[in-house]
């Protein structure tokens, strides 16, 4: 199903603690995004921000990365 590449944060938690299998080093921000158009919200990890300035509500945009693999690591979002 395509997608916008802009969305919203419905929710967040930021992930203090590290652990091997995690997609980047913590501190880190694990997002809900309703994509636009979308009927429900993904999670995905919000790179690029300072935890303390995530809010519900804040305009975030896909970066994708330049050599993908074919999994959800393909791509995060970042304050848009």
């Not at 501190?27 to 809010?55: C, E, F, R, S, W």
């Amino acid at each position: 199903v395509p997608l916008k590449e802009t969305g919203v944060v419905t929710g967040f938690t930021v992930i203090h603690y590290a652990e091997g299998y995690q997609p980047v080093k913590a501190p880190y921000v694990l997002a809900l995004v309703k994509p636009d158009g979308a009927d429900v919200p993904m999670a995905q990890v919000l790179a690029d921000v300072d935890p303390a300035k995530v809010t519900i509500g804040m305009k975030v945009k896909a970066r994708f990365a330049e050599k993908r693999i074919g999994s959800m690591l393909d791509f995060c979002f970042t304050p848009a």
